[in-house]
């Protein structure tokens, strides 16, 4: 049977009800729960069949995700990061880049993007601007 055929015919157990979905009946932030177990255990199978995987790569899916959850899968990650792999994410989350220790900030400026790499001064100052803009925005 091809592998996107057994895809489509997958579903997803809730442990706490036992209820099956499919992945399509899924919201963002479960998809993205999802995806990334799914991620994490390819590349454990790959790893018991072949060399390890020393690199794991995420573009965004965090801003679907409850603080609950974002909570886990960054804790997820960290715990891959400390197993001598590296972790690299993508994400407009200022709370992503607080919870790891390297962060490289690209801006968009008139002749183009920037990059630059950030102190943890400077990372835990990005994340304080976020939460004091929050709660202005909640205060109005």
Do not use: C
């Not at 630059?116 to 929050?134: C, F, I």
């Amino acid at each position: 049977m091809p592998l996107l055929r057994r895809l489509n015919q997958a579903e997803i157990r809730d442990r706490n009800s036992g209820v099956a979905h499919p992945p399509n009946r899924l919201s963002g932030g479960e998809k993205f729960q999802a995806s990334l177990a799914l991620a994490l255990a390819l590349a454990e199978l790959h790893s018991r069949s072949g060399p390890a995987l020393g690199s794991l790569f995420l573009d965004e899916g965090f801003a679907a995700l409850d603080t609950t959850a974002l909570d886990s899968a960054l804790e997820v990650l960290r715990s891959q990061a400390n197993g001598n792999r590296l972790v690299m994410v993508i994400s407009h989350l200022h709370a992503v880049a607080e919870a790891v220790d390297d962060v490289l900030l690209v801006e968009r400026t008139p002749a183009g993007s920037s990059a630059r790499w950030l102190t943890p001064a400077q990372r835990d100052e990005l994340a304080q601007a976020d939460l004091v803009s929050g709660l202005q925005v909640l205060a109005r």
